[in-house]
């Protein structure tokens, strides 16, 4: 008995002793799943907690790599910039979830594990879902309007548009659905040099926006293989195949290594240690060791595959310094 019939079966014995079955029918049937037993404060705020999706904040941290790159995020100005530029993203990126999960609400109750998201189960109302994306993103835009240089400003409002785009209709459309989705991490990159008033390397664009499409693919991959059958739970997912996704995360793989060891050379120093070069080692290491993940269908979560891989940390460890180094005393 899976959690829904648990929810449901009460229901449904209720109704024997009341009579009432026109009322409850839908309910017994399927449609909107039960309402929960209590419904309080509490746990209204609990659940738009956790739709907002505080772990997946860690992926605002790519605002950081540019200022990082250039050296320069050691400066009081530029951290306090790019420290505005993160909690603005994740304010907005969370408004942005509970707008997603309003929308996709049917199609999460038969998915066989978003059913249990708050908006899905009904532990969070529809109507304060969409309220609380609402404001969240009017906040994040209004606070960027007035704290943030216009160039950060008008980065987050490309990003809020696209994302509601997907939401609303290109997620069902194949590869520009994946196009979306790497976007997001692009232009979080781009949000770090904006709001920093650094100039970004074409390579580095390069670097963000293929190795964000390996991610994604390896992403739908699992998804794909997760669901089975059940792939109509996202429209999309019924134009790929496996060999397709494959072929897309080797050539964004691909692509992501040569690009990186581009901007690597191109930032070597004359003199010294040539750190950055060192640097494209761990860095390729790092790739391989997260498509072993990829390919056992095992990224359905990418953050939580980077943050439990140890040895995936080690690589992005060592990569790190070996950065810093090429930055400090490049």
């Known amino acids: 008995m899976d959690v829904e019939d648990q929810q449901l079966r009460p ?44 772990r997946q904040w860690v992926k605002n941290l790519l605002v950081f790599a540019a200022p990082l790159a250039s050296g320069t995020v050691v400066r009081p100005d530029v951290l306090a910039a790019t420290l505005l530029a993160f909690a603005l993203f994740c304010v907005a990126a969370s408004g942005l979830y509970l707008l997603n999960d309003v929308r996709d609400v049917d199609a999460d109750r038969r998915h066989p594990r978003k059913r249990t998201r708050p908006v899905a189960s ?68 781009v949000a770090g040099g904006a709001a920093a008033g650094v100039a970004l390397s074409q390579w580095f664009i390069l670097v963000a926006a293929f190795g964000a499409l390996f991610m994604v693919a390896g992403k739908r991959y699992a998804e794909l ?37 581009l901007w690597a050379f191109e930032m070597r120093s004359d003199s010294g240690i040539p750190w950055t070069t060192i640097s494209v080692a761990p860095f390729v290491l790092a790739l391989l060791r997260y498509a072993v993940d990829v390919d056992r269908g095992s990224t359905g979560a990418p953050e939580e595959v980077v943050l439990r891989d140890r040895g995936l940390l080690l690589l992005g460890a060592v990569w790190a310094v070996t950065v810093a180094l090429g930055v400090w005393t490049g």
Request: aromatic share 6%; net charge positive; charged share 15%.
């Open 225 to 261: 293989l997760a669901l089975g059958e059940q792939a109509e739970t996202r429209r999309s997912l019924r134009e790929y195949s496996a060999s397709y996704l494959r072929f897309v995360w080797s050539l964004s793989a691909a692509v992501t290594c040569t690009t990186y060891g």
């Open 11 to 54: 229901r449904a014995v209720h109704t024997a002793f009341t009579g009432n079955v026109a009322a409850d029918l839908p309910r017994v049937t399927g449609g909107a799943p039960a309402r929960p037993a209590r419904r309080t404060a509490g746990t209204v705020l609990a659940g738009l907690g956790r739709t907002m999706r505080p």
């Open 122 to 189: 009904g532990a969070v109302p529809v109507r304060v879902a969409l309220v609380a994306g609402g404001v969240l993103l009017a906040a994040s835009l209004g606070t960027a309007a007035v704290l943030a240089r216009p160039a950060l400003t008008a980065v987050l409002a490309t990003y809020v548009c696209i994302s509601l785009a997907y939401s609303l209709a290109l997620k069902d459309q194949p590869v520009i659905d994946l196009a979306c989705v790497a976007s997001g991490f692009v232009l979080r990159g």
